[in-house]
């Protein structure tokens, strides 16, 4: 058996990185895209590896010489690459592809070994793996019958999403017989070539072949198998997170902060949402309008604060929409004169956006990081702050302090001139969470010092609408801040969800009891976990000190390379005491079950 890769290409879409040089040449993580499909070759011991060059073809050739590690590779060479598309490429080499069987492959794939083993072990002569359509994919689309048969190739032109839970994407990786070479697949290309033209897909070989009833060529799926085609610098990019060594693979994932869905089976335990509220009819509607809200442009910062206002029963001169918490975040920080006191372990972004020299630490020194609104007041009583930053329940110990506290503490800092930040994104989470919340007129009002942050990413599970909102009593201090926003700091799908929003509040109160409900649930079969100490929480998440002989970050890697589980590490936040530490979201019941039983499973095999 040989091998035939097709490199010829000149992978425009990846701008630098291919400027003087060939696509497979490009390093993920480090080593060439080439070298690591040439070191699963060799592992098979083929007579030879046949490599179809074009752009910047002779430094490929300098670089990789006439062998790799004893497997012969011969060159053939494409001199009109940029006039041609890859059925030229392969039509260059198929004298070399009706001597004997072989592997056909494109030079831009990275993809896990065992792929190729899957189609040498197969009996089948005549192979295309292929995956399951998901939403990063692109490019030639199959159907497939029960008996894995391949019946039909989908064109662009001819993709329906309506459809796509039938679609297979082929991986690019494929396994013919020197016979279906010679007699069938080689007199196709030549007849289509000739009448067609040389700037096409040797898949539309395949199509017509499919077409005529033919059952020469079958699917193999590749089912969880890793694999990623690099077209560009974001696939490039993602490449790099699914295929990172264990020692780097956590910063490659979290220095993403979101963006997920391109992970579509992987289980996301870091971001907190309410796994929920996206069920409502709500989402229904924000579909519906889809393409007008997408077409128009949103209202400006006057309309946007009179939805905001209706929605969460505040005056308009109170309340400030922003582009997510964040916005609000960064502004508020910023706009701040003064020491911000902080306790710790704690969300961080509020104290990254001030000079560490203006911070005012608390850290508790009760069991599981626990604190009252008493607590707060000895320490910052003796240690004076101007401005006192709570995220109540608290990120990531999941610490509540109840209402009647947490007004107890605005008087408190109202007679020490203090102004009180109170962050409640998670506070809809918390039992009896419709008497828990600060939004009311008359207590901003009774507290003119106080400021109240809220995502809406988080409680009603909308983080892609980027939506938040920050209230207070003290027009001055809100009029100043939305001079420093954009005008058109909400998009139209954030815009369109407040006006509708209303509409939809009781399915919302359904959510958080639901959620509520699973949250107890979750908490006992986390707690059945022998290396896991949970602490109590109000949020959306648990924050568990993992036991020895366990360690956090081992754990997350385990789950994130075993079972396709992303978890937060949280051992290295300041604040903790050196011990190791998890924070664990909340998802729906049947993802808590599957991330609880692969605990178990880790537990059971003893991986730390």
Same mark, same amino acid.
């Given at each position: 058996m040989q091998a035939i890769i097709l490199a010829a290409g000149m992978g425009k879409r990846l701008g630098e990185y291919t400027r003087n040089n060939t696509k497979c040449m490009v390093p993920v993580n480090g080593t060439p895209l080439i070298d690591r499909m040439l070191k699963h070759l060799s592992a098979l011991h083929l007579g030879r590896i046949v490599i179809v060059v074009g752009y910047e073809g002779h430094k490929l050739m300098e670089y990789l010489g006439p062998d790799y590690q004893g497997t012969p590779i011969e060159y053939v060479e494409n001199p009109i690459?940029?006039?041609?598309?890859?059925? &030229?490429?392969?039509?260059?080499?198929?004298?070399?592809?009706?001597?004997?069987?072989?592997?056909?492959?494109?030079?831009? =794939?990275?993809?896990? /070994?065992?792929?190729?083993?899957?189609?040498?072990? %197969? $009996?089948? /002569? @005549?192979?295309?793996?292929?995956?399951?359509?998901?939403?990063?994919?692109?490019?030639?689309?199959?159907?497939?019958?029960?008996?894995?048969?391949?019946?039909?190739?989908?064109?662009?032109?001819?993709?329906?999403?309506?459809?796509?839970?039938?679609?297979?994407?082929?991986? *690019?990786?494929?396994?013919?017989?020197?016979?279906?070479?010679?007699? !069938?697949?080689?007199?196709?290309?030549?007849? &289509?070539?000739?009448?067609? #033209? *040389?700037?096409?897909? &040797?898949?539309?070989?395949?199509?017509?072949?499919?077409?005529? %009833?033919?059952?020469?060529? !079958?699917?193999?799926?590749?089912?969880? =198998?890793?694999?990623?085609?690099?077209?560009?610098?974001?696939?490039?990019?993602?490449?790099?997170? =699914?295929?990172?060594?264990? #020692?780097?693979v956590i910063r490659k994932y979290y220095g993403r902060y979101g963006g997920f869905w391109r992970f579509p089976k992987m289980l996301d335990y870091c971001y907190l949402v309410n796994p929920y509220f996206g069920e409502s009819r709500i989402v229904d509607e924000l579909e519906a309008n889809f393409r007008t809200l997408l077409a128009e442009y949103p209202s400006g910062m006057k309309v946007n604060t009179l939805l905001a206002s209706k929605c969460w029963g505040v005056s308009e001169d109170?309340?400030? /929409?922003? @582009?997510?918490?964040?916005?609000?975040?960064?502004?508020?920080? $910023?706009?701040?004169?003064?020491?911000?006191?902080?306790?710790? /372990?704690?969300?961080? $972004?509020?104290?990254?956006?001030?000079?560490q020299n203006t911070l005012v630490t608390f850290i508790p020194q009760k069991e599981d990081y626990r604190y009252t609104a008493d607590d707060l007041m000895a320490f910052f009583g003796a240690h004076p702050a101007e401005n006192?930053?709570?995220?109540? +329940?608290? @990120?990531?110990?999941?610490?509540?302090? +109840?209402?009647?506290?947490?007004?107890? =503490?605005?008087?408190?800092? $109202?007679?020490?001139?203090?102004?009180?930040?109170?962050?409640e994104s998670f506070v809809d989470f918390s039992v009896g969470y419709a008497g828990n919340t600060l939004l009311h007129d008359?207590?901003?009002?009774?507290?003119?010092?106080?400021?109240?942050? !809220?995502?809406?990413?988080?409680?009603?599970?909308?983080? #892609?609408?980027?939506?938040?909102?920050?209230?207070?009593?003290?027009?001055?201090?809100?009029?100043?801040?939305?001079?420093?926003?954009?005008?058109w700091n909400i998009n139209s799908f954030a815009e369109f969800f407040m006006q509708i929003f209303n509409k939809y509040e009781k399915d919302y109160q359904k959510a958080c009891d639901r959620f509520i409900a699973e949250r107890n649930d979750f908490e006992q079969k986390l707690r059945s976990i022998p290396f896991l100490h949970v602490m109590p929480s109000q949020a959306n998440y648990f924050l568990c000190e993992v036991l020895p002989p366990f360690h956090a970050r081992s754990i997350v890697i385990k789950l994130l390379r075993k079972y396709n589980i992303l978890t937060r590490d949280c051992s290295d936040k300041s604040g903790f005491d050196g011990k190791q530490y998890m924070r664990l979201a909340v998802r729906n019941h049947a993802d808590n079950t599957r991330l609880v039983e692969a605990l178990k499973g880790l537990g059971k095999e003893g991986m730390i």
């Open positions: 690459y940029d006039k041609t598309n890859n059925i &030229y490429s392969l039509a260059l080499a198929k004298e070399k592809m009706q001597e004997d069987d072989t592997l056909l492959l494109e030079s831009d =794939l990275i993809f896990d /070994p065992r792929m190729l083993q899957l189609l040498i072990d %197969n $009996e089948a /002569p @005549n192979l295309a793996l292929v995956a399951k359509y998901e939403t990063w994919m692109d490019g030639t689309m199959v159907r497939i019958d029960d008996e894995n048969n391949i019946v039909d190739f989908i064109t662009k032109a001819a993709f329906d999403y309506r459809h796509v839970d039938e679609y297979y994407k082929t991986v *690019n990786i494929y396994k013919f017989s020197r016979s279906f070479a010679c007699h !069938k697949y080689i007199p196709f290309l030549e007849a &289509y070539t000739k009448a067609v #033209g *040389n700037n096409e897909y &040797y898949e539309n070989v395949l199509r017509i072949i499919s077409f005529l %009833n033919s059952h020469d060529l !079958k699917a193999l799926p590749v089912g969880d =198998l890793r694999w990623y085609e690099i077209d560009d610098k974001q696939d490039l990019d993602i490449a790099e997170a =699914l295929f990172a060594e264990d #020692g780097d109170y309340v400030i /929409p922003g @582009n997510g918490a964040a916005e609000l975040i960064k502004v508020l920080m $910023e706009h701040l004169p003064g020491t911000l006191g902080i306790t710790r /372990p704690t969300f961080e $972004e509020y104290p990254n956006r001030r000079p006192l930053l709570l995220i109540n +329940p608290d @990120n990531p110990s999941g610490n509540f302090i +109840p209402m009647k506290d947490i007004l107890r =503490l605005a008087a408190w800092c $109202e007679e020490a001139g203090t102004r009180l930040i109170v962050d008359s207590i901003l009002e009774a507290y003119p010092h106080l400021v109240v942050m !809220k995502s809406i990413s988080k409680s009603y599970g909308v983080p #892609g609408l980027r939506l938040g909102i920050l209230c207070s009593s003290d027009r001055q201090l809100v009029a100043s801040m939305k001079k420093e926003v954009s005008i």
